[in-house]
């Protein structure tokens, strides 16, 4: 099994994992959209009362703020996890990962 399969296989597992608490994903589904809403609508309310902030319009900077978003989700759907490997090296657990035969990247 190569290693683009075995990435793809762990995203299938824990999509199905998200997927059996189902009410769980719908809450924290809607929450982070809500989450968005009400930063989006800080937004609208500074270029409502200033009109444009430094020469930029709301229609440049919630293009800014949607690729923000979507660049900050996908990197986070593809590396999640590497921002826990100090702690995992700190605490000695890091050691397991190496002792498997697949990268520790995965």
Same mark, same amino acid.
């Given at each position: 099994m190569n290693a683009f399969?075995?990435?793809f296989r762990y995203i299938d597992i824990s999509f199905r994992g998200q997927m059996q608490y189902r009410a769980s994903f719908?809450? &924290?589904t809607f929450?982070?959209?809500l989450v968005t809403g009400i930063e989006f609508?800080?937004?609208l309310v500074l270029f409502d009362r200033f009109g444009s902030l430094q020469g930029w319009t709301l229609p440049e900077v919630a293009l800014f703020y949607g690729l923000i978003n979507l660049a900050f989700s &996908?990197?986070?759907a593809v590396s999640r996890g590497f921002d826990d490997m100090g702690?995992?090296?700190k605490q000695g657990e890091f050691d397991r990962?190496?002792?498997r035969p697949r990268?520790?990247?995965f």
């Amino acid at each position: 099994m190569n290693a683009f399969r075995l990435y793809f296989r762990y995203i299938d597992i824990s999509f199905r994992g998200q997927m059996q608490y189902r009410a769980s994903f719908v809450m &924290l589904t809607f929450g982070h959209f809500l989450v968005t809403g009400i930063e989006f609508i800080g937004i609208l309310v500074l270029f409502d009362r200033f009109g444009s902030l430094q020469g930029w319009t709301l229609p440049e900077v919630a293009l800014f703020y949607g690729l923000i978003n979507l660049a900050f989700s &996908l990197t986070d759907a593809v590396s999640r996890g590497f921002d826990d490997m100090g702690n995992r090296a700190k605490q000695g657990e890091f050691d397991r990962l190496l002792l498997r035969p697949r990268s520790t990247v995965f």
